[in-house]
């Protein structure tokens, strides 16, 4: 049997993931000449090993989640309220190394987000109570005379 029929699927995954000149341009060069790789290979009668099929399918697995309307949503949601939970520190009036630490922990946070899609629980639960300690600590310096 000839790999086009027997990778029919992930051929046809490959070719829409590397035809997607914007999602590409957010890759890494090396990671697209992979795929580009995988495909020619798929394509052609190369010999095809079982890790090469799990990494072609992670990458078009990964891809389709990432363009999923849904979840490109539920992405930006996350992340315009992250940028919130950013702008309140900048409010807090917290010394400058405290706000640079918890700045540049908000925006790996962002980073993950438009890397992976989401955050993981620990991290959901960490942002939400930095956000009640912000708001506590916005009021309390508002009321400061």
């Known amino acids: 049997m000839r790999n086009k029929d027997k990778f029919r699927k992930?051929?046809?995954g490959l070719r829409k993931l590397l035809s997607d000149t914007h999602y590409c341009g957010g890759l890494e060069?090396?990671?697209v000449g992979f795929l580009n790789d995988m495909h020619m290979?798929?394509?052609?009668?190369?010999?095809?090993?079982?890790?090469m099929i799990q990494s072609?399918?992670?990458?078009?697995?990964?891809?389709?989640?990432?363009?999923?309307?849904?979840n490109v949503e539920k992405r930006r949601n996350i992340v315009m309220k992250l940028k919130s939970l950013r702008s309140m520190v900048r409010d807090c009036h917290y010394t400058l190394d405290y706000r640079s630490d918890r700045e540049l922990l908000i925006q790996s946070?962002?980073?993950?987000?438009?890397?992976?899609g989401t955050l993981t629980k620990k991290q959901f639960i960490y942002a939400n109570n930095l956000h009640k300690?912000?708001?506590k600590r916005i009021a309390k310096v508002k009321?400061?005379?």
Do not use: C, M
Not at 41 to 51: C, E, F, H
Not at 56 to 70: G, L, M, T
Not at 109 to 116: A, H, L
């Open 56 to 70: 072609v399918q992670n990458a078009v697995r990964h891809y389709n989640f990432k363009r999923d309307p849904k």
């Open 10 to 12: 992930e051929i046809l």
């Open 29 to 31: 060069g090396s990671y």
């Open 41 to 51: 290979a798929l394509v052609g009668d190369r010999r095809i090993t079982r890790k």
């Open 109 to 116: 946070f962002i980073d993950q987000v438009s890397r992976k």
């Open 143 to 145: 009321n400061k005379p």
């Open 133 to 135: 300690q912000f708001k």
